[in-house]
C-alpha cells in the first residue's frame, strides 16, 4: 500500500501572541486529521510567543525559538532547514485567512509547487499584487502572480 505524501508547512510568528492559542488549536486540529504537519517559528519575538510555544511542548506541533528576529524570509528559512517532509511551504501567522481554508485546496500529490490565490480584495491591493507580480516576472523572466499569496508549497 502506499502512503499518502507528507505536507510540512512553516509559520514563521512575530509578535502573535493574540493569534497563537487559536492558530496553535487550528494547527492541533489540521494534524489530527490531515498529513499535514506544521512547525511554527517563533522569529525573535519581543512578546510572550516563546512562553506560550513552551506550554504547548507536549503537543504533537513542532517549534522552532530564535533569538534574533531574521526577517520574515530568514524565519522561512530557518523552518524550513528543518522540515523533511515530501512537500514543504509555509503561511502567514496573523490569522487574516482562516488556516483551514487556506489548505483545503491543497492536491493530495503530485505536484511541483502550489501557490493560493487570493480573492475578495480590493482595487488597490489587486494593482498593488498585479505590479509586484509583473516586476518580480521581470526579474525571474517567467510569469508570476499573487507572489505573496499563501500558502505557498514545493516538492
Given at each position: 500500500m502506499t502512503r499518502n505524501p507528507t505536507i510540512g508547512i512553516v509559520i514563521p510568528c512575530?509578535?502573535?501572541?493574540?493569534?497563537?492559542?487559536?492558530?496553535?488549536?487550528?494547527?492541533m486540529d489540521i494534524q489530527k486529521n490531515?498529513?499535514?504537519?506544521?512547525?511554527l517559528v517563533n522569529n525573535?519575538?519581543?512578546d510572550s510567543t516563546k512562553d506560550i510555544f513552551q506550554s504547548y511542548e507536549n503537543t504533537d506541533l513542532r517549534f522552532l525559538n530564535l533569538d534574533v528576529n531574521l526577517g520574515y524570509g530568514g524565519g522561512?528559512?530557518?523552518g524550513l532547514?528543518?522540515?523533511s517532509e515530501d512537500y514543504v511551504g509555509w503561511i502567514h501567522a496573523d490569522?487574516?485567512?482562516n488556516l483551514e481554508e487556506s489548505?483545503?485546496?491543497i492536491p493530495k500529490f503530485n505536484f511541483d509547487y502550489y501557490k493560493?490565490?487570493?480573492?475578495?480584495r480590493g482595487i488597490t491591493e489587486n494593482i498593488f499584487s498585479y505590479a509586484m507580480g509583473f516586476y518580480c516576472s521581470l526579474i525571474f523572466k517567467k510569469w508570476l502572480f499573487e507572489i505573496n499569496a499563501q500558502p505557498t508549497l514545493m516538492s
Open positions: 512575530y509578535n502573535e501572541e493574540e493569534n497563537l492559542v487559536s492558530l496553535i488549536k487550528q494547527c490531515s498529513d499535514i504537519r506544521f512547525l525573535g519575538s519581543k522561512i528559512l530557518a532547514k528543518e522540515l490569522m487574516q485567512t489548505l483545503r485546496k493560493g490565490i487570493r480573492t475578495g
